[in-house]
């Protein structure tokens, strides 16, 4: 099967600092990526996506960034609060299916 | 209104029984999935079914087998249960297998 890999299973950053969460992706065909958030209890959540036809893109403090050349997703987070404790996924989408990495544990000190 | 629902949320049960997960979406979606989550937090596909259909029948052993009675239904169902079946479980749906998921809350199993 895929292989999604993060580069940190675990990051702990100041609150109101930015956040940078990466994930590897090894399939080139990949051509959707989604990132997710998982809260305590909870099921994943969609946060943003991008399709392989674009380097960047940007929602509501997040930003995720994708380099095919490396095969790299970035998820940056600004002004992470405490709310954004959750463990991160990052998803690549080859052919109908979506491949889900192992997942980075961010914890936000007040 | 909750978009995708699964239950029960807990289920305890002893190994060799018999369990079902039932899930429900009211998103109007099309295609629906069940995922399983290991200590690790490591999220690996089970089943993705496309209007009844399935279409995605991973390396699962043959003792979980998914039922779509409809396209807003994808329930799973469990035999002879093992201690490497406690899990939790989640079900999700999505607009076409090209979209993103909504994700159901979680079902943690427990085999004793």
């Known amino acids: 099967g895929e292989s999604v890999g993060l580069h940190l299973p675990t990051l702990s950053v100041q609150e109101g600092d930015n956040s940078i969460i990466n994930c590897a992706y090894s399939?080139?065909?990949?051509?959707?990526f989604i990132w997710y958030k998982q809260e305590s209890g909870k099921g994943p959540q969609f946060i943003i996506d991008?399709?392989?036809?674009?380097d960047k893109r940007q929602g509501q403090r997040v930003t995720v960034l994708l380099n095919k050349t490396v095969k790299h997703l970035s998820l940056q987070i600004a002004a992470t609060q405490p709310g954004d404790s959750a463990v991160y996924f990052c998803?690549?989408?080859?052919?109908?299916?979506?491949?889900f990495g192992t997942g980075t544990s961010l914890t936000v000190i007040p | 209104d909750t978009a995708v629902s699964q239950t029960p949320k807990y289920l305890v049960t002893q190994m060799g029984n018999d369990k079902s997960i039932k899930c429900e979406q009211n998103?109007?979606?099309?295609?629906m999935y069940w995922y399983k989550q290991d200590s690790k937090k490591f999220l690996k596909i089970m089943f993705s079914?496309?209007?009844?259909?399935?279409?995605i029948n991973e390396t699962v052993p043959n003792r979980f087998s998914p039922k779509s009675p409809d396209k807003a239904h994808l329930n799973l169902h469990i035999n002879s249960l093992e201690l490497g079946d406690s899990a939790v479980y989640f079900c999700?749906?999505?607009?076409?297998?090209?979209?993103?998921?909504?994700f159901g809350s979680g079902t943690r199993l427990t085999v004793v």
């Open positions: 999700a749906s999505s607009e076409t297998v090209n979209y993103g998921y909504t």
């Open positions: 399939n080139s065909a990949s051509d959707y």
């Open positions: 991008i399709r392989s036809n674009m």
């Open positions: 998803a690549d989408k080859t052919g109908n299916q979506f491949y």
């Open positions: 998103l109007g979606h099309d295609t």
């Open positions: 079914y496309n209007n009844k259909e399935l279409i």
